[in-house]
C-alpha cells in the first residue's frame, strides 16, 4: 500500500531532550517536506527537500534540522526542543517538485514539550 | 513575500445548506490545490487548478481559478455531514519547492 509512515505518533517530552520524528514512504517520490500545524495559523512548512542530499528552509526553520540520506526517509530533529515546538506535526511527498502535484501525508507526530 | 489569504475562518451550515471557502492572493499564481482535512485526520488532497478561469467539479464540489489567476474558490452544494473538516488552499512559491497553506476553512455540518 503507498503510504507516509511517521513515527512516534505521540511524544511528550522536556526541553532540551533532543529527538528525531521519521518520515517514511515507499513511493519512490523525489519530494518529501515537514510541516507543522497550530490552531489558527494553517499548515506551515519547516523544511522541504527536492531530492536526497537536497533540503532548503520553508517558512518556519528555526529549532529545527532535517537530513535526506536516503530517498525514501526524512527525518525531522529537534536538538534542543522548547516548549514552542509543542504542535502537531506532518510529513509530506509528491513525486516531483517541478510538477505541482499532489501531496501524500503522514498520519501526523503529535508533539508535547514541556 | 507571497502570502494566501483564505475566508472565512469557520462557518455553520445546517445539512443540505451550500458552502463556499476563498483563497485570495496578492500576486499571480501559476497554479493553487486544495486539500480537506477531517477532524483528527491528515490533509488529503482534493484538486489542482492550473488553468485561468478554470472550473472542475467533483461531485457536489465545483473548484473555480479565477481569470486573473488571483484567487480561487471551493464550492460544495447540499451539504452532507461527511462535509465536516478543514479545507485548505496550497500554493507553491515560483522555482521553488515552498509550499505555503492558506490558514483554512474549517466547516461543521448540523444535521
Known amino acids: 500500500e503507498a503510504q507516509v509512515t511517521q513515527n512516534p505518533r505521540y511524544l511528550i517530552t522536556v526541553t532540551g531532550k533532543k529527538l528525531t520524528v521519521t518520515c517514511s514512504q515507499n513511493?519512490?517520490?523525489?519530494?518529501m517536506s515537514w510541516y507543522r500545524q497550530d490552531p489558527g495559523l494553517g499548515l506551515r512548512q519547516i523544511y522541504y527537500?527536492?531530492?536526497?542530499?537536497?533540503?532548503d528552509k520553508g517558512d518556519v526553520p528555526e529549532g529545527y534540522k532535517v537530513s535526506r540520506k536516503e530517498k525514501r526517509n526524512f527525518p525531522l530533529i529537534l536538538e534542543s526542543p522548547s516548549p514552542n515546538q509543542t504542535s502537531l506535526y506532518f510529513c509530506?511527498?509528491?513525486?516531483?517538485?517541478?510538477?505541482?502535484?499532489?501531496?501524500?501525508f503522514g498520519p501526523g507526530t503529535r508533539l508535547t514539550v514541556l | 513575500g507571497q502570502q494566501v489569504m483564505q475566508i472565512p475562518q469557520y462557518q455553520h451550515v445546517q445539512e443540505g445548506e451550500d458552502f463556499t471557502t476563498y483563497c485570495n492572493s496578492s500576486?499571480?499564481?501559476?497554479?493553487i490545490q486544495w486539500y480537506k482535512q477531517r477532524p483528527g485526520g491528515h490533509p488529503v488532497f482534493l484538486i489542482q487548478?492550473?488553468?485561468?478561469?478554470e472550473v472542475k467539479k467533483q461531485k457536489r464540489l465545483t473548484f473555480q481559478f479565477g481569470e486573473a489567476k488571483k484567487n480561487s474558490s471551493l464550492h460544495i452544494t447540499a451539504t452532507q455531514t461527511t462535509d465536516v473538516g478543514t479545507y485548505f488552499c496550497?500554493?507553491?512559491?515560483?522555482?521553488?519547492?515552498?509550499?505555503?497553506f492558506g490558514q483554512g476553512t474549517t466547516l461543521q455540518v448540523k444535521p
Open positions: 509530506a511527498s509528491s513525486f516531483s517538485w517541478d510538477r505541482v502535484n499532489e501531496q501524500f
Open positions: 513511493m519512490n517520490h523525489e519530494y
Open positions: 527537500s527536492m531530492n536526497v542530499e537536497v533540503t
Open positions: 500576486t499571480t499564481l501559476s497554479n
Open positions: 487548478l492550473v488553468k485561468s478561469g
Open positions: 496550497a500554493l507553491r512559491r515560483s522555482n521553488t519547492g515552498k509550499l505555503i
